[in-house]
């Protein structure tokens, strides 16, 4: 029986943006660099500018030797209030705002591919263990008009070189420590980082029963 090799695993986060001068997903990576989680996957890394122009080849040249068989994309969305799934990919940019050129794309499609792409991480299985652990979990069907979906779009459409991963998905986060309850409730850093550990060891677990 032929031993099983250890999945490629890319995560992403962005760059501070307009309206947002610190972006913890940022954080999130630079987290990840500094302490590598405990596991057993190639992990690789990245925070993407916030560019429509450039964002295509960002991703070609970050997965051009690795091709990743697990893309998981992180983003900041300021009314979350916990970790946010995104269920579904949007191949449009009809809702686009500026990005940090004031570059507005067209509002045609994002790629070539369907209208819409789900995600296809194990999305109930790591809302049950983030939940084991306290952490906040909500669900969405629109990624926004940001960037943020644009990534998600590009990287389930399979539209950037290098870029095929078997499983995808992408998962909006709060601002840091700020109330995201009616209780009173933060997130802080540790709490981002402990739960993106959490969604690597699902991910990897379902990739490995695929």
């Not at 890319?10 to 987290?31: D, K, W």
């Not at 049950?128 to 943020?148: F, I, K």
Request: charged fraction near 20%; aromatic fraction near 6%; include cysteine.
């Amino acid at each position: 029986m032929t031993e099983q090799r250890r999945p490629r695993i890319l995560l992403t986060g962005f760059s501070v943006f307009p309206g947002a001068p610190v972006n913890p997903t940022e954080a999130l990576v630079g987290s990840l660099r500094e302490t590598p989680p405990a596991i057993d996957a190639d992990l690789k890394t990245a925070v993407l500018s916030v560019e429509y122009d450039t964002i295509t080849p960002q991703l070609a040249s970050i997965c051009a030797d690795f091709q990743p068989d697990i893309a998981l994309h992180f983003g900041l969305a300021r009314e979350c209030t916990g970790f946010r799934f995104e269920r579904v990919a949007r191949n449009t940019n009809a809702k686009a705002r500026p990005d940090n050129l004031g570059n507005l794309p067209a509002a045609a499609a994002i790629c070539a591919g369907p209208e819409t792409i789900a995600s296809t991480l194990p999305l109930e299985e790591i809302e049950q263990r983030l939940a084991a652990a306290g952490l906040p979990v909500e669900w969405s069907d629109d990624a926004g008009g940001y960037l943020c979906n644009t990534v998600f779009t590009l990287s389930a459409a399979h539209a950037c070189d290098g870029l095929k991963p078997t499983m995808t998905g992408f998962i909006h986060v709060p601002p840091l420590d700020i109330d995201v309850s009616a209780t009173g409730a933060t997130l802080s850093l540790a709490d981002l980082r402990r739960g993106a550990d959490i969604i690597l060891s699902a991910a990897i677990d379902a990739w490995g029963g695929s």
